[in-house]
């Protein structure tokens, strides 16, 4: 088989790893020095039983008689025993460690696909299984990044190449800069900035680090500014929006502003999916242990089939103008606040998210300031 440069293992995806690296050397070069050691360690253990066996013959010979001759017989074949006995269970023990080690130095290597069968002991198939989990994970973070990387490039490829464009003809003499092009070289500029912001937020997000200022926040209030915020862009689409807030919603400790992100991305999510004359409905309700807010349409729905990928990284609707990440984000706001967030639509009839809010889901967290 060829042997892969360095630069191109990621490009061949199910065959075999056969570029040993600085890892695989350094993995490999541990476990001989850990053979070395261990069978040094099983010769010296041979060497004091041995030397204990003899101590015993000679005590038994000056005693004399049949059974001093007895032990004297039986004394090397006790020894080689042991001998046998410890070498089967050391060659036994190394061989799922071995088996560890050349994966581990793979693994150093970039390959995530490294696996180990889990045999020996209990110890060591939990070691093993520990592995396992380690590089499954390791293999599904690498291939998110590559897919968000290349998700990335196609996304910032249209504007880009609108601008390049643009700029191209006006260089070329194709028409003049007027306040109109200029203007609509901005637009682009400014989708790829909101791209650029909403990756920030996302990968803040995953990473734990986005920082939440919790307060008392009166939610039915927050909804109904929301409301207000969208009710130009509504009437101008034709579309009526509504307000449905139960009466003595409580406060809520929760991040007024990523909350308010969240419902204003849901509500213009509705507008784009409404055709003139449909009608948006701002909700809240107060349950037991939680809060629920509700953004309801009577646009285009979903199909069944692609409800499930929703809130994946850079999905687009039929409908979806803006970057693909906005309900990403927003289910990991929601869930930041310790809640939950569902979707459920009904093609040419409307989709409905709900997002469940724990009372008081921020009373025990200390956000930096």
Do not use: C
């Not at 601008?163 to 306040?179: K, N």
């Not at 500029?189 to 990473?207: F, G, K, Q, Y």
């Not at 701002?282 to 349950?287: D, K, V």
């Not at 990928?309 to 409908?319: L, P």
């Amino acid at each position: 088989m060829r042997r892969r440069r360095p630069d191109e293992w990621w490009e061949v995806r199910g065959e075999w790893w056969d570029h040993p690296g600085r890892g695989a050397e350094a993995w490999q070069g541990f476990g001989r020095h850990m053979f070395f050691g261990a069978l040094v360690f099983f010769f010296l253990f041979v060497l004091f039983i041995g030397a204990l066996v003899a101590l015993v013959i000679s005590a038994v010979s000056d005693l004399g008689g049949w059974r001093a001759g007895l032990v004297v017989l039986a004394a090397p074949f006790a020894v080689m025993l042991v001998a046998s006995v410890l070498g089967r269970s050391f060659v036994r023990s190394w061989r799922p460690v071995r088996r560890l080690i050349r994966a581990a130095g793979a693994l150093a290597d970039g390959d995530y696909t490294a696996r180990v069968e889990p045999t020996g002991s209990r110890s060591m198939r939990s070691v093993v299984a520990s592995f396992n989990d380690m590089a499954t994970r390791l293999e599904s973070a690498d291939e998110q990044r590559r897919r968000l990387l290349a998700d990335l490039s196609h996304e910032l490829r249209t504007p880009l190449t609108v601008v390049r464009g643009e700029i191209e003809a006006m260089l070329d003499g194709v028409h003049e800069p007027s306040p109109d092009e200029l203007a609509a070289l901005i637009g682009e500029v400014e989708i790829m900035e909101r791209l650029l912001d909403d990756l920030r937020t996302l990968s803040l997000l995953e990473a734990g680090a986005l920082d939440l200022h919790p307060e008392p926040t009166d939610l039915g209030a927050l909804i109904d500014d929301v409301a207000d915020a969208h009710r130009r862009r509504a009437a101008e689409l034709g579309v009526l929006v509504e307000g449905a807030v139960d009466p003595g919603l409580p406060e809520v400790v929760v991040d007024p502003v990523r909350i308010r992100e969240v419902l204003s991305n849901l509500a213009v999510n509705a507008l784009r999916a409404m055709p003139e004359g449909g009608v948006l409905t701002l909700g809240g309700a107060r349950h037991e242990r939680s809060v629920t807010l509700t953004v309801a349409d009577t646009g285009t729905g979903i199909e069944p089939e692609e409800l499930g990928r929703v809130f994946d990284r850079f999905h687009k609707g039929s409908t979806s103008r803006g970057s693909g990440l906005g309900l990403t984000i927003s289910r990991d706001l929601v869930e930041a606040h310790g809640g939950s967030i569902d979707i459920a639509s009904e093609p040419g009839r409307g989709t409905e998210v709900t997002v469940t809010l724990p009372v008081g889901s921020l009373d025990r967290t200390t956000a930096p300031d």
